[in-house]
C-alpha cells in the first residue's frame, strides 16, 4: 500500500514538474485547441445544416452544388441569381420532382451569366456543370422527361 501511494506521489511531482518546465506555453497551447475544436465543431454543424439526413445522395450533391454556387454569387455580388437558386434549393429539400424542375430552370437562366474576374468565371462554370449533372442524374433516377 506504501509503494503504491509512494508511486502516485511521484507521478504527481513528475507532471508538476512538467506543468512547470511548459508553463508559458500551455496558455498558447490551449487556445489554440479550443480554436481547432470549435472551428471542426463548426464545420460539422454547417454540414449537418445544408442537406438533411432523408435526401437522395444524388440529391445532396445538387445541394451541395447550389450552396456553393450561392456563396460564389454572393461574393460577385449576384444577390438575384442567388436568391433564384436559393429558392429553387428550397424547393428541392420540399419536393423533388418540382424542385428539379425549377433547379433546370434557374439553370438554363443563370447559364449566360459572366463574372468579373476569369478565375470565378472558371469556377463558376465548374460548379454549374456539377450542378446540371447532379440534376440530369437525379431526373434519370426518378425517370422524369429529359431536361
Known amino acids: 500500500m506504501l509503494e503504491v501511494l509512494v508511486g502516485v506521489l511521484a ?24 480554436g481547432l475544436v470549435r472551428r471542426t465543431r463548426g464545420n460539422a454543424a454547417a454540414r449537418r445544416a445544408l442537406v438533411s439526413a432523408d435526401v437522395h445522395p444524388t440529391t445532396q450533391k445538387a445541394l451541395v452544388a447550389t450552396a456553393r454556387l450561392i456563396s460564389l454569387l454572393k461574393t460577385h455580388g449576384q444577390e ?32 449566360e451569366l459572366d463574372l468579373d ?17 447532379a440534376i440530369n442524374d437525379r431526373a434519370e433516377q426518378l425517370e422524369l422527361l429529359p431536361f
Not at 118 to 133: C, F, I, K, P, V
Open 11 to 34: 507521478g504527481l511531482l513528475v507532471l508538476a514538474g512538467v506543468a512547470v518546465i511548459a508553463g508559458p506555453l500551455l496558455p498558447r497551447a490551449l487556445r489554440g485547441a479550443r
Open 80 to 111: 438575384r441569381a442567388a436568391a433564384a437558386l436559393r429558392a429553387a434549393g428550397r424547393n428541392l429539400r420540399q419536393d423533388e420532382v418540382t424542385g428539379l424542375q425549377a433547379m433546370n430552370n434557374v439553370v438554363r437562366i443563370l447559364r
Open 117 to 133: 474576374e476569369e478565375s470565378a468565371q472558371a469556377h463558376y462554370r465548374d460548379l454549374m456543370t456539377q450542378l446540371r449533372r
